[in-house]
C-alpha cells in the first residue's frame, strides 16, 4: 500500500494490520479540487471495505499503486475549479498518466466508479463508455439546460443488466444531484444508439429530468460493466437520515449504500 494514504477519520490508515485486508482495498482519489474524498471513503468503509485516500498527483507519478486496489473511486469536486469545462482538465491527466493503469485494473476484474465531476473526468478522458475499446472521447457532461447550479434530490431507473457489479437487485432509487454540468449528451445520435442497443445505459432520470441530459441519461458503464459513471451522489445516501424525508422513510437500505456494497462485494471475490 502506498504510504501517501492520508490518516483521516473513518479512513483506514496506511500501517492497519494485515488482518485488516481482508476488506476489500479501494484507493479513492483526492486532490486538485476534488472535495468528497472523505465522504465517499467513509461510504465505502460502511460498505464494507477498506478504503485509502490517495492524491491523485502521487498516482500519476506511481501508477503502479493501483495494483494493490480492487476498486478505485473518483468522487465530485470542482476539479481544477472546473476551468476549460468539468473535468476537462483533470480527464487529460488521467488520459496521459493513468490509462495503462486503469486499463490493466479493470482486466483484471477491478472495479471503478466516477460520480459527478469524477463521471466528468471518466466521460471526458475517454474511459466511459469505451465503445470502441480505445477510449475515445464520445460523450460529455455539459452545462444545465436550467442555466443554473442544480441541487435537489432525484429519482431514477436502475438497469442493473448493464452492471450486474455495481447495480444488480436494484430497481427505482433516489439520490441527491449537485451539479452546474451534469446534461449528458452524446457527439452524435449513432453513439446514442450504440448506448441504448448494447445496454450501457445505468441509470435514467425518471419524472424530472433536472439537466436536460439526452434520453433522461443519469449514469453509464462501460462494456464490462465494471466501470460506472453516475451523476446522482450515492456517497451522499448511505444513511437513512441523510434523506430530507427520513421521518417517513423505512428501515431498508439506503440506496447510495447498496450501490457501493455491491461493488466491493463483486469485488470481494476477485
Known sequence: M???AETL????????????RAR???????????????ELADAFRRAGASPDIVHI????????LLEDYRIVGFPGGFSFGDHLGSGKVLASLVRAELRTALQQLVRRGGLVIGICNGFQILAKSGMLPDLDGDWTPC????????GRFENSWTEC?????????????LGRIELPVRHGEGRFVCA??????????????????????????????AGICDPSGRVLGLMPHPEAFCDRLQHPK????????????AILRNGVQFAAVL
Open 57 to 64: 498527483g502521487d498516482l500519476a507519478a506511481q501508477p503502479r
Open 24 to 38: 476489500v482495498p479501494v484507493m479513492v482519489l483526492s486532490g486538485f479540487g476534488i472535495n468528497a474524498e472523505i
Open 157 to 169: 431507473q436502475i438497469y442493473s443488466a448493464a452492471s450486474e457489479a455495481w447495480l444488480r437487485g
Open 139 to 146: 460523450v460529455s457532461l455539459i452545462h444545465n439546460d436550467c
Open 188 to 217: 452524435d445520435s449513432g453513439v446514442l444508439r450504440q448506448l441504448q442497443s448494447n445496454g450501457r445505459v445505468a441509470l435514467r432520470y425518471r419524472g424530472r429530468n433536472p439537466n436536460g441530459s439526452q434520453d433522461g441519461i
Open 9 to 20: 477519520p473513518g479512513v483506514r490508515a496506511a500501517a492497519a494490520p494485515a488482518a485488516a
Open 246 to 257: 427520513w421521518t417517513r422513510g423505512s428501515d431498508s437500505e439506503p440506496t447510495g449504500l
Open 2 to 4: 502506498t504510504e501517501k
